[in-house]
């Protein structure tokens, strides 16, 4: 144990097993990641890419081609999934294929990002700290972490697998400066509005992290000898809010009918023995209740499809986010029903709906991997399903570091405001988001967009454990 | 013993041999099986909407009872066609421009002692011996077409091929007249026996009613039916109100009609689907005969067989629940093309009504061996006759329906019953006339026999507000023991936060004033 403690820091010690563990899932044959599902088709024409098979939802695709020619589609809409795409692309064209893509070099990408991630979040929690406790924490770290739920996304072209990363690196940098770990405060700064901003724009669903983004960056107020800088962190700030809503504006117009279509046809219709009188109110046909549950892209066969000219003219022109605030407002019983149905989801963040090896690996169609996701099936078995629990789970968070701060405060002002904002913006974020997804998605993937809610929850335990380990919370130990 | 074991085996199998062919409606049908014909077509050019027209001909020799099979002319093989195989053939001339040919397909057509019928230009020197008359190329032309005391001008054609020096004993079906000063007259279809040939084919109109006229007089099936009226493009999100207004509308001008309609296999239990359903007993009501329109089919998939035939028969289930019985099925041209939409959806019914294709086709598996309906209804536009003059008295050879697109606004409704008035036609009476229609999909069958409908053999009455009418069902969940257990368990985590988050609470304003003390005197 001593030559451990001698050779290999709590950091050093997790980096190291993530990578034997994620590389073995991701490049080791039969490879594992996550199907299409549908949405690939898009970004990979964004990215001069495209699928050498009929893709589909049962089996991984390994190779892409190439394109050759001049594409108009390309970069659009812009998004920091481009940058990593383009980047495993730039690797593919050196190492291997100028005509085929592998998607192990995306998976390669990614592997490297998270695992900076990883270090830098060990670094945070265990403060270089050397003692058993912090290598405990960094065995902790690894295996909720690298649980492959999470994992599987860097072998895909979902745009998760960015979030997931990114949104390590941001608690991780602000945890960082707040431990004050490092001499230059000012790089930690920018990178940390930089990991933002990349997390803002690497989909444009993510427009409703700006919330958090914004509220965890409050506390670097605190720094001390900050005066003059002051006023650029309130630009920075104010930057992530902008960038929030341009996200939004990023949005194609076809897909934003996709969402707003099932965000009526599986939010606003379910839960609810009879939607028909809110929603003539609201100036749609009662007829569409029958539409409940469908998909935009109907698996084989539907009564009338969803992009005809009817549909369009009569709901999706008439649908928009105001529209489903106003309806929401009018049934909280039917929002909260719906919130714990997402609830439920939210802790599940394996998607069970896709296959998770190539057709090569002769496995059935839509084989799932059981390979390290114990920390998953946990979290799904056990994390109360209940949306109250989840509110109730923030003010404990948010009261536990407020105590924090007032008994620390003396010792150590800025770590604890500091702490006391990121919690705060973590915990938002986990009820801000759920209900944001429930408005645009309805109950339609809910694994996927969830997937970064209970990122949120695992890392804002992660804080609590080694917060309580090393005796930061309450004062006394080593802050 | 063991002999008389063996004697009523033998027995019982006799007798559930003959149960079985006594019961079976297929054996019935066998006995005359449904002749067949040979389409061959030289290309689909679409540039000039050449897909159309062969799903028309599709269409129209599939209402004359011809199991059709369609092949490029590119395609055809050697003895693909004999005189054994089929009774009759068909070619398409959609392209002219590209002369395309092949000789197997050459020799075999004139071996062939079935019918023949060409539509187009590029005749063959065999084909004109076979017609025993001469080809006429007359260039840029407009022609009316005239036949049955009606006419309608065709659009402008900048070559057809005619035929001239017919002998006499040639039948001639309709003319086409040019628009000059001195207008020159031309036969439009001629028969000469087993041959046909017709210059000019379009899906609809004038001068599809004359080609269907030389198909029914070369098949010898002439007839002079009066068409029927058909609602088409209902769903249940369609204006129920219009919909209601457009059948009142009709029943009350005395004009027997059908209404095409999609409909849901899930979401039955919804209010909005009572609604839809009474609009259709409505119309049942209003002399309107309810077909149910074949899904929109999103993707081709071979193996969504089974799923379509489940929706199929749900779709026809919810209906008949609320006293809506489908009398048939009405489906886009291409349906009857694919092997997987006609099994599991087509052959539910007997009376099948045929309408355009849409603009985009969804195969689930093509293999272009059309099968035939007690009846095939030839769906044809309203709009293909505003523009025929006198068409009160027009007349078909096949069952052909009339299709009006639902309106969907109330103008829409005034608009569309306007239009249908003026055509001023002796529209075909369903309810009159001895129909005798049957849709069977699992356990369900549905029967329509002169104006009265059969539910699995007993007769129904259609009420304005139905008996059989379940209130709604909540969805079944299905809840197990652990799901129990952690319901419960959540239950009871929410408790002991409560508790905690109270207590915590308590501890700040505690630990406050103990704070507080510290530093202030009493």
Redesign the interface.
């Known amino acids: 144990m001593k030559i451990i403690r001698k050779y290999v820091s709590p950091a050093a010690l997790a980096v190291g097993l993530a990578a034997i563990i994620v590389g073995y899932l991701l490049f080791w044959p039969p490879i594992n990641g996550y199907a299409d599902n549908g949405g690939f088709e898009k970004i990979l024409q964004a990215n001069n890419l495209y699928p050498l098979h009929d893709t589909n939802a049962a089996y991984v695709a390994q190779k892409y081609g190439l394109m050759h020619y001049y594409n108009p589609d390309f970069g659009q809409p812009f998004s920091t999934q481009t940058i990593f795409i383009q980047l495993a692309i730039l690797l593919n064209r050196l190492f291997y294929s100028q005509q085929i893509f592998d998607i192990r070099f995306l998976g390669l990408v990614y592997l490297g990002l998270f695992l900076g991630g990883v270090r830098l979040l060990v670094k945070a929690l265990t403060k270089n700290d050397r003692r058993i406790r912090n290598y405990l924490i960094a065995l902790l770290t690894v295996f909720v972490l690298g649980d492959s739920s999470f994992t599987l996304y860097f072998n895909s072209f979902y745009p998760q697998a960015g979030n997931l990363i990114l949104m390590v690196y941001c608690v991780a940098i602000l945890l960082i400066i707040a431990h004050n770990q490092f001499k230059r405060r000012w790089l930690w700064l920018a990178l940390y509005f930089l990991s933002a901003f990349a997390l803002l724009m690497n989909s444009y669903n993510n427009k409703l992290l700006y919330v958090s983004l914004a509220i965890s960056a409050l506390g670097l107020f605190a720094l001390p000898k900050f005066r003059l800088q002051r006023f650029y962190l309130a630009i920075g700030i104010v930057l992530i809010v902008i960038g929030g809503f341009w996200t939004k504006s990023l949005i194609p117009a076809d897909v934003a009918a996709v969402d707003h279509y099932q965000s009526f046809t599986r939010g606003v219709l379910v839960e609810s023995?009879?939607p028909?009188k809110k929603i003539k109110a609201g100036g749609i046909?009662?007829?569409?209740?029958?539409?409940?549950?469908n998909n935009y892209?109907?698996?084989?066969?539907?009564?009338?499809?969803p992009n005809t000219a009817?549909?369009q003219k009569?709901l999706l022109t008439k649908y928009n986010l105001l529209w489903v605030i106003k309806y929401y407002a009018g049934s909280l019983h039917q929002l909260q029903l719906i919130l714990n149905d997402a609830s439920k989801n939210t802790m599940i963040t394996k998607l069970d709906s896709v296959g998770n090896y190539p057709k090569s690996a002769k496995k059935t169609a839509s084989a799932q991997t059981k390979y390290f996701t114990l920390f998953s099936q946990f979290m799904g078995?056990?994390f109360?399903?209940?949306f109250?629990?989840s509110i109730?789970?923030s003010?404990?968070f948010i009261?536990?570091y407020?105590?924090s701060l007032?008994r620390t405060y003396r010792q150590n002002k800025v770590q604890a405001v500091m702490k006391l904002c990121l919690v705060g913006g973590m915990t938002t974020m986990a009820i801000v988001a759920t209900i944001g997804f429930i408005f645009k998605f309805g109950l339609t993937n809910l694994s996927q967009y969830l997937s970064i809610v209970a990122l949120t929850w695992d890392l804002a335990f992660l804080i609590f454990i080694s917060d309580s380990l090393n005796h930061r919370l309450w004062g006394g130990g080593k802050a | 013993m063991r002999k008389s074991k063996v004697a009523l085996f033998c027995l019982c199998l006799c007798l559930g041999l003959c149960c079985f062919l006594l019961a079976s409606p297929k054996a019935a049908t066998a006995a005359t099986p449904s002749p067949k014909v040979l389409l061959v077509y030289d290309s689909k050019n679409v540039a000039a909407d050449g897909q159309k027209k062969l799903d028309g001909l599709q269409r129209l020799l599939t209402s004359f009872h011809y199991k059709v099979t369609t092949v490029r002319l590119a395609d055809y093989q050697r003895q693909m066609l004999t005189s054994k195989k089929y009774q009759g053939v068909v070619t398409l001339i959609n392209w002219p421009e590209a002369q395309l040919s092949n000789s197997a397909f050459d020799t075999d057509r004139q071996n062939f002692t079935g019918i023949k019928l060409h539509i187009g230009a590029n005749l063959s020197d065999s084909e004109l011996q076979a017609l025993q008359s001469e080809p006429l190329q007359v260039y840029h032309q407009q022609f009316t077409i005239s036949g049955n005391q009606q006419k309608q001008l065709l659009p402008f054609s900048a070559s057809i091929t005619l035929l001239k020096n017919c002998p006499d004993t040639a039948t001639h079906v309709g003319q086409l007249t040019t628009q000059e000063s001195t207008p020159r007259t031309y036969d439009y279809g001629t028969v000469v026996d087993n041959n046909g040939y017709i210059p000019y084919f379009s899906t609809s109109g004038l001068s599809m009613i004359l080609a269907a006229d030389v198909v029914a007089k070369l098949t010898h099936q002439e007839k002079s039916l009066q068409p029927v009226l058909a609602i088409t493009g209902v769903?249940?999100?369609?204006?129920?109100t219009a919909l209601n207004r457009l059948t009142l509308a009709l029943y009350r001008k005395g004009i027997p009609f059908m209404i095409s309609t999609?409909?849901?296999?899930?979401?039955n239990d919804?209010?909005?689907?009572r609604?839809?359903a009474k609009a259709l007993r409505n119309a049942e009501n209003r002399d309107g005969l309810i077909f149910l329109q074949t899904?929109?089919?999103?993707?081709g998939?071979a193996t969504?067989g089974t799923?379509?035939g489940q929706?199929m028969q749900n779709?026809l289930v919810n209906l008949g629940q609320l006293d809506v019985f489908p009398v048939g099925i009405s489906t886009p041209g291409y349906w009857n093309q694919d092997y997987v939409y006609r099994n599991h959806a087509l052959q539910y019914a007997s009376h099948v009504l045929l309408l355009p294709n849409p603009e985009t086709l969804n195969y689930?598996q093509q293999d272009n061996q059309a099968t035939t309906f007690d009846s095939a209804i030839y769906g044809m536009p309203i709009n293909s006759l505003t523009s025929t003059q006198s068409t009160a008295d027009i007349h078909f050879p096949m069952l052909t329906a009339v299709t009006v697109s639902m309106p969907?606004t109330t103008a829409g409704v005034d608009g569309a019953v306007r239009k249908i008035e003026a055509l001023k036609i002796n529209w075909f009476e369903p309810t009159a006339r001895s129909i005798q229609a049957k849709i069977q999909a699992g356990a369900i069958t549905y029967e329509y026999n002169q104006g009265n409908y059969y539910l699995n053999g007993t007769e129904v009455e259609i009420t304005e507000n139905p008996k059989q009418w379940q209130m709604?069902r909540?969805p079944l969940t299905v809840t197990g023991q652990l799901n129990n257990f952690?319901?419960v368990?959540?239950?009871v985590?929410?408790v002991i936060?409560?508790i905690?988050?109270v207590v915590?609470?308590i501890?700040?304003f505690v630990?406050?004033r103990i704070y507080r003390r510290m530093f202030v005197k009493k």
Not at chain 1, 285 to 293: E, K
Not at chain 2, 262 to 267: G, K, M, P, Q, R
């Open positions: 023995k009879n028909d046909d009662g007829q569409y209740t029958l539409m409940r549950n892209y109907p698996d084989n066969y539907t009564e009338l499809a009817h549909v009569n078995a056990f109360p399903t209940t109250g629990f109730l789970l003010v404990a009261i536990l407020f105590v007032m | 769903t249940p999100y369609s204006d129920l999609t409909s849901v296999a899930d979401n919804l209010p909005a689907f609604r839809f899904p929109t089919a999103t993707r998939d969504s799923k379509l929706q779709t689930a969907n709604p909540s952690f319901k368990q959540s239950n985590l929410l936060f409560s905690i988050f915590l609470i501890f700040i630990g406050r």
